[in-house]
């Protein structure tokens, strides 16, 4: 089983939708991040969480929304999708300290019509 | 503030070809951790190599090496006689130490390179 799972893979919704994107670890790290990846802008933090109880906006958190429901799931909101929204997202996780690497799952490519 | 900077959009090389991606990173932090990470065209992010601020000794991995200077805030990376399966976009990322927000792992914009048979 992979470290870090992304549910899911695939999706595409309709401007206007709520859509939750979730993810899973299976690494024991407290650190859990969101990424959105879009040509040309690398990957871009979107919320980060250093442990269950903290949650932290990154650089681009508008019309995001997340939740720590445990050590080893952080999952992603779009409360109310638009197509400027469509990307690939990347969940990731490291352990404490920020010197080790980080552990991302397969990505999920989101298309808003 | 954190910032990556990778100034090369696209590369493209000849097979067989020496490359160097450039990475320049700005941090506050005395402590901190500049990562590789690769991401060929199947789009999954594979980990390259991790170094630490006081760590400035170069890093030779196969065909792989790694130049870091704190002089110049730099974290190069070279890819020696190039092949096909080296195509892909290669990203520089910077975590810092001092605590908080500098913790969270940043990255740059990538660099995407193209090995030509």
């Known amino acids: 089983d992979a470290d870090v799972t992304q549910t899911p893979r695939n999706r595409i919704t309709k401007t206007g939708k709520r859509i939750m994107l979730e993810c899973s670890q299976t690494k024991g790290h407290d650190r859990m991040y969101w990424y959105r990846q879009d040509p040309g802008l690398g990957l871009r933090l979107i919320y980060y969480s250093f442990d269950v109880k903290d949650i932290n906006k990154g650089e681009i958190s508008d019309g995001y929304s997340v939740s720590r429901q445990a050590q080893a799931k952080f999952s992603l909101s779009l409360e109310s999708a638009i197509p400027n929204q469509t990307a690939l997202y990347f969940c990731?996780?490291?352990?404490?300290?920020?010197?080790?690497?980080?552990?991302f799952g397969q990505g999920t490519r989101l298309t808003v019509v | 503030a954190q910032k990556v900077t990778q100034a090369q959009t696209e590369i493209s090389v000849v097979e067989k070809e020496d490359v160097t991606l450039d990475c320049v990173y700005e941090?506050?932090?005395?402590?901190?951790?500049l990562f590789w990470y690769k991401q060929p065209p199947s789009g999954e992010l594979v980990f390259l190599i991790r170094?630490?601020?006081?760590?400035?000794q170069n890093e030779i991995s196969g065909r792989y090496s790694w130049n870091f200077q704190k002089s110049t805030s730099s974290f190069n990376f070279t890819i020696t006689a190039s092949q096909v399966v080296d195509s892909a976009v290669y990203f520089c990322?910077?975590?810092?130490?001092?605590?908080?927000?500098?913790?969270?792992?940043?990255f740059g914009t990538g660099t995407l390179l193209a090995v030509q048979p």
């Open positions: 170094r630490n601020s006081f760590d400035e």
């Open positions: 990322a910077l975590s810092g130490s001092g605590g908080g927000a500098t913790n969270k792992l940043i």
């Open positions: 990731a996780t490291s352990g404490t300290g920020g010197h080790t690497e980080a552990f």
């Open positions: 941090t506050r932090d005395t402590t901190y951790y």
